[in-house]
């Protein structure tokens, strides 16, 4: 992993493709992964949900990533040159620090059988992958595990949390399960490398604790993964101190496992066709916007992410070792969003499920390549050594 890795994570984009997306470049129309190879991407990260299908058989939508999504996008990405990530979600649908929600075939094991369960699935996929030409060359087992993972097995808290208080973090649990994964991979390839996902990258608190506590209990792992939206997640300056702290503290490559942001504050609903009861509104909304140091305009996106490149570069003893852009190229499309009704049912969230993120894509409604995506082509990186 020497390469600085510029990345994306473009999970729902066989769902975008067949809604009707198409991807432009200074006006030409070409395949998402021919732009982006041609704009440096080298890396490209895809989740893995283990069944995202009601009873029915209705999709939960988000780009209903089940392992046949997750080969195709593999294959893809292996055919233009570029190296995969996967992110084993461990869930039948999102999993993140507000819901880790137990597959539905785990839902009555006790820890004893999610352990294996981890375990037994862990290698079922790695085996696919194996037998489909598309080992993956990094893998998170598990996403965003802040609070923890299969719930309520492996849920842990921050002690300080007034609506946990007498609670005990099953912080026993979740190295177990995140080490049967890790486990698992190991035992179809020794040479994958484990990353392990937090969100809140500007909160060092809780990566000293979080890691702090992991390390004593589970197996080794490569790379520290760090999830980084500037409107939740503290200050560049806070990302950049957490960063800094973390690498010395524990010797770990680092990488910005999501991070993104908006290239315009222009409402979508009319690409989307979709009326004001069915859709949650844009990902950032004015008071959020107001919260950033860059502007959402299309220069803004660009200078902000130059900034995220040269952070980690400053990252000591060359230990930044890179980012994944979140899902630049989730345009809004009717029929693509981030939950459907099923998938609501499943995580007991409310709705409505349209897509919330297209302003935050590296191209426009149209579908048009945006200035970052220069920016992330022409930098050159020139990582730190020493302390």
Known sequence: MDKFIKGMDVSTLPEVERCGAAFYDYGRQGDLFDIAKAYGINFVRIRLWNDPYDEEGSPYGAGTNDLET???????????????????????????????????????????????????????????????????????????????????????????????????????NLARFISAGIRGVKSVNNNTLIMIHLDNGGNNELYRRWFDNYIKRGEDFDIIGLSYYPFWHGTLDELSANMQDIARRYGKKLIIAEVSMGHTMQDYKEYEKLDDSERKGMATRQELADKIKYPMTKEGQAAFIEDIMDRLCNVPDGLGAGFFYWEPAWLPVPGSGWATQAALEYTGEAGPGGNEWANQALFDYDGNALPALKAIRDYKPVRKVGK
Request: glycine letters at 6%; proline letters at 5%.
């Open 70 to 172: 997750m080969i195709c996008l593999a294959k893809r990405a292996k055919a233009h040159g570029m190296k995969v990530l996967l992110d084993l979600h461990y869930s039948d649908f999102w999993a993140d620090p507000g819901k880790q929600v137990k597959p539905k075939a785990w839902k009555d094991m006790d820890a004893d059988a999610l352990e294996q369960a981890v375990y037994n699935y862990t290698v079922d996929v790695m085996n696919v992958c194996r037998d489909n030409g598309c080992l993956p060359d990094m893998v998170q087992c598990g996403n965003e595990l802040t609070n923890g993972m299969l719930w309520p097995e492996g849920q842990i808290f921050c002690e300080n949390d007034e609506n946990f208080k007498g609670r005990v973090p099953e912080y026993d």
